[in-house]
T-cell receptor, first 116, second 113 residues
């Protein structure tokens, strides 16, 4: 138990569906992250919220939309996904003390997403 | 940009010491090196972090030479439960946004009886 929870743990959706992934951290951290991990590939950082401000990444398709209503919660809204978006989506948090790239990150267990 | 390189896989036996090296030729002066462990269908777990010389905790040691172009994670007396993927992560403070975090491709360690 790392103090970071993710729901649901497994999700199957069609390409026309809209779904959301939820992450909650109980560690009092002020930075949160979404990662994508495809089979046999390294972790791919998708979004970062640091001190409740989003760090942009233009390479993430717009069908993925993050939301960070407060420092403890992070959502990833999904719509019109493609089969190649099937992956393990991981959430993490850290205590940002001015250089979030140096922080120790605490990961949740992930959501296994399958897009049919 | 900082870039990391790790061996794809390593094999070991129970009770042996395992050393996994990560190359990061272009690391910046102020950047740390962090190692994570990941089991199947789980999120990565922090193992150790260092800046220079040697760091040791209850599960591992991290050796960083003076030029900081590489680092070595040392796992003493591995057990079957150490079978996992190990990631080297370098923070790149010279860059903005997502280029600040550079994950390695991971080393798959298999420990056999």
């Amino acid at each position: 138990e790392t103090g970071v929870t993710q729901t649901p743990r497994h999700l199957v959706m069609g390409m026309t569906n809209k779904k959301s992934l939820k992450c909650e951290q109980h560690l009092g951290h002020n930075a949160m992250y979404w990662y994508k991990q495809s089979a046999k590939k390294p972790l791919e950082l998708m979004f970062v919220y640091s001190l409740e401000e989003r760090v942009e990444n233009n390479s993430v398709p717009s069908r993925f939309s993050p939301e960070c209503p407060n420092s403890s919660h992070l959502f990833l809204h999904l719509h019109t996904l493609q089969p190649e978006d099937s992956a393990l989506y991981l959430c993490a948090s850290s205590q940002d003390e001015g250089q979030w790239s140096a922080d120790t990150q605490y990961f949740g267990p992930g959501t296994r997403l399958t897009v049919l | 940009l900082a870039k990391t390189t790790q061996p794809i896989s390593m094999d070991s036996y129970e009770g042996q010491e395992v050393n996994i090296t990560c190359s990061h030729n272009n690391i910046a002066t102020n950047d740390y090196i962090t190692w994570y462990q990941q089991f199947p269908s789980q999120g990565p777990r922090f193992i150790i972090q260092g800046y220079k010389t040697k760091v040791t905790n209850e599960v591992a040691s991290l050796f960083i030479p003076a030029d900081r172009k590489s680092s070595t994670l040392s796992l003493p007396r591995v057990s079957l439960s150490d079978t996992a993927v190990y990631y080297c992560l370098v923070g790149d403070s010279r860059n903005t946004g997502f280029q600040k975090l550079v994950f390695g491709t991971g080393t798959r360690l298999l420990v056999s009886p």
